[in-house]
């Protein structure tokens, strides 16, 4: 794990469609734009907030505490080899949210106390194969602890167009740049 500028993601940003679009409240998404072939899935617990889904997102219900598993599952059937991760407003909103239930986990310590500098931006953290249990820890723990649109984190795949929003309340938001990519990508749950 590494973080990278947020301007060396600009050109994969513009490359896959992707757009950074800022709410009333600062927060900053990624949105992929609808074009042709554009396939968005909205995974949501039936207890969660409303959450309104992209404009003709599939959407799937599921149990909160599944949703970490479902972009497991995605990682890993696309075999995505490297995948980037920017909070939506800050790392530290991140970082204090998860610090109870990733204490446990050595690699993302040894990522916490390098960080020190990072946590007061938005620069992406770059996450290799190696990585990933790390990745997926850190969704199952931000779905299971925040709860604050604030906590929430995007995730983008470099390579290929798939970008996926965790909403604390309760939701992952999900898009890819094709149909195949997309069942294949969610084949373990979305039918």
């Known amino acids: ?18 757009e950074e679009v800022q709410d009333d409240d600062q927060r900053i998404f990624l949105e992929m734009q609808d074009a042709d072939g554009v396939v968005h899935y909205h995974l949501t617990c039936p207890d969660a907030a409303a959450i309104d889904p992209f404009s003709g997102a599939k959407i799937v219900p599921m149990p909160k505490d599944k949703l970490g598993g479902a972009v497991d599952r995605v990682i890993h059937n696309l075999n995505l ?29 040894e990522m916490d106390a390098a960080a020190t500098v990072e946590l007061n931006t938005r620069d992406p953290l770059l996450f290799e194969p190696a990585d990933f249990p790390t990745l997926v820890a850190l969704v199952t723990s931000l ?16 390579g290929t167009p798939v970008v996926i929003e965790l909403v604390p309340t ?4 999900m898009s890819f740049g094709t149909q195949v990519l997309a069942d294949e990508a969610t084949s373990a749950f979305a039918h």
Request: glycine share 8%; net charge negative.
């Open 1 to 18: 794990m590494e973080f990278v500028g947020n301007q060396e993601v600009q050109d994969l940003l513009e490359e896959f469609g992707v």
């Open 81 to 109: 080899s490297q995948v980037l991760a920017m909070p939506v407003t800050k790392w530290r909103k991140v970082f204090d949210t998860v610090a109870f239930s990733m204490a446990g986990n050595e690699h993302w310590q």
């Open 143 to 158: 779905m299971k602890d925040a709860d604050h649109p604030d906590q929430g984190l995007m995730l983008m795949a470099a």
């Open 170 to 173: 309760g939701a992952i938001r």
